[in-house]
């Protein structure tokens, strides 16, 4: 046998998951492998007619400590460390006793979906394990003689390494499972790390573990010389983690960003609402009676650039909807869930994405964001914050009607999720002009008033949808010029942040033009 196989001889099976296991175990048998295990495994495995030896027995010590001590002992980590190929190593392993470990198979206890459930703090300590991990991070170190399986997954493929090179298991194969051994205990003491730092209230603990799993490869990043690939950090909450694709070709980088980026806007509102997207900006915002309305008048507001754009609702999508949405090229459609009568019309586009998430995400859940930097990276809380009607303080002579301030919160709640600095016209529950990403505040306004009459004349209306409309800005206005802009496209109301050096200039600029304007002294910068 080449010198880079080895042989399985003896194997430890101690898991927690244990679908799987007796599969395994009955084929490790048939090749003549002595089984170990511990507690519920052995107990599983004599059931199912397997001769396996306990760990106490094979030591010689019992467990003690309500099983909190059982495989931390020499016999064990000697036999999973010890180099075969060093005569000090067999001469100690002669002289205690110390039989080879040639196999590894082990998950873990349940640490995250103990904590997920919501259990108490006794419990999920129970739940953080020791052995398992020490014994991985042992088997794993020595792979050069020893094979680790972390994954149910990967039983089927051990079982075919096995079969393959006749009970042994390749240097390659070893090496794979190593990687993957070490990736499983740095994503689980991420995981402890993560919740003893919230349990503490300490968001930005002094250092800061991050873990995903991979769901999937993507063809290219941002541009196609940029790798790219997609990692889920959390499964509970509804969105891109939780979506089965029912149709349509592979998802791009681009695609996930901008498709997630239009789901969590439209989980903000509780009327039925669409939003298309493009380039992680929205292009066009609505709500309606239903879900069809909603993308009428979500379209009109930039009929040009929601080509091929990302369409999201927050309603089950039905077959009147896609059948409109059915005229134009889009990218992706992400709802919570799609009719039967949907997917047959939205099936005639080979390659648009279709997304169903099963739910919509909690605008307002807690959590941290992320942005790579040379070297480092930046964390944040999430904005979650949300403003409603009680927040808002009237700052000129004229107070906004009960329709403004409708449009008000729409407005400035779509201007959230609109790259800075964002401008963005409402009217009735839609969009009708968005000014995204300028360098100056008066330049987005100038462009979301553009964009507004470019809609209207489209729409074939000779008067800009800016008139009549409300208006708001992410961040407060430094200058009065961009509050006049709006004046001058028509708009009669705005919601700002405030909190300007020269916020007694604008307000003076707001009366003199006749709008109300209102204050929320909360800012949604968004980089």
């Known amino acids: ?3 880079t196989l080895r042989p399985i001889r003896r194997a430890l099976l101690s898991v927690s998951d244990k679908s799987g296991l007796i599969e395994l175990a009955r084929s490790l048998a048939e090749r003549g492998v002595q089984l170990l295990s511990t507690g519920g495994s052995a107990q599983a495995l004599r059931q199912a007619g397997l001769q396996v030896t306990d760990v106490s027995e094979h030591t010689g010590f019992p467990e003690i400590m309500d099983g909190r001590v059982k495989t931390l002992h020499p016999k ?6 010890a180099r075969r190929d060093l005569a000090e190593h067999v001469s100690a392993q002669k002289t205690h006793g110390i039989a080879d470990i040639d196999l590894l198979v082990v998950n873990l206890y349940p640490f995250e979906a103990t904590v997920a459930k919501g259990a108490e703090r006794d419990t999920i300590i129970e739940n953080i394990d020791i052995g398992g991990p020490a014994m991985i991070r042992a088997a794993a170190k020595n792979h050069d003689f020893v094979t680790v399986i972390v994954d149910p997954a990967d039983y089927e493929d051990l079982k075919k390494e096995l079969t393959t090179h006749d009970g042994a298991a390749c240097l390659d194969f070893r090496r794979r499972m190593a990687r993957k051994a070490y990736a499983r205990t740095a994503a689980y003491d991420a995981a402890i790390s993560s919740w003893m730092a919230g349990d503490l209230g300490e968001p930005f603990p002094e250092r800061m573990s991050l873990s995903g799993e991979r769901q999937s490869l993507l063809r290219y990043g941002e541009n196609p010389h940029q790798r790219a690939a997609f990692y889920v950090t959390d499964r509970k909450r509804s969105g891109l983690a939780t979506a089965k694709q029912l149709q349509g070709k592979e998802l791009s980088y681009n695609n996930l960003n901008d498709t997630d980026a239009a789901f969590e806007l439209v989980a903000e509102f509780q009327a039925p609402t669409i939003a298309i997207i493009k380039h992680a900006n929205p292009c066009g915002v609505a709500s309606g009676s239903d879900l069809a309305k909603a993308y009428e008048r979500a379209l009109a507001c930039d009929p040009v650039s929601a080509f091929g754009g990302i369409i999201a609702a927050n309603r ?5 909807t896609a059948e409109l949405i059915g005229k134009l090229f889009s990218e992706v459609i992400i709802a919570p869930s799609f009719a039967a009568e949907a997917v047959a019309v939205l099936g005639a586009k080979k390659n648009l994405r279709l997304l169903e998430t099963g739910g919509l995400p909690d605008p307002a859940a807690e959590g941290l964001a992320f942005k790579s930097l040379a070297g480092g990276f930046l964390a944040q809380d999430r904005d979650g914050a949300r403003t409603g009607a009680g927040d808002l303080k009237v700052v000129t002579k004229r107070a906004p009607s009960e329709r403004e301030i409708a449009d008000l919160l729409f407005a400035f709640t779509v201007a959230k999720h609109v790259k800075s600095n964002a401008i963005v016209y409402v009217k009735d529950g839609a969009t009708v002009g968005i000014g995204a990403g300028q360098m100056s505040r008066v330049d987005s306004s100038r462009i979301a008033a553009w964009k507004s009459a470019e809609a209207a004349k489209a729409a074939g209306d000779a008067a800009s949808w800016a008139k009549g409309s409300v208006v708001a800005s992410d961040a407060f206005f430094p200058f009065a010029d961009g509050l006049l802009a709006a004046a001058e496209a028509g708009a009669t109301a705005v919601i700002q942040p405030g909190g300007s050096m020269r916020d ?9 033009a006749g709008l109300a304007m209102v204050f929320t ?7």
């Open 521 to 527: 002294g909360t800012r949604h910068f968004r980089h």
């Open 1 to 3: 046998m080449p010198a």
């Open 316 to 320: 089950p999508f039905d077959g009147k």
């Open 76 to 81: 064990i980590h000697g036999g999973l460390l």
């Open 504 to 512: 007694d200039d604008v307000i003076k600029a707001a009366n003199e």
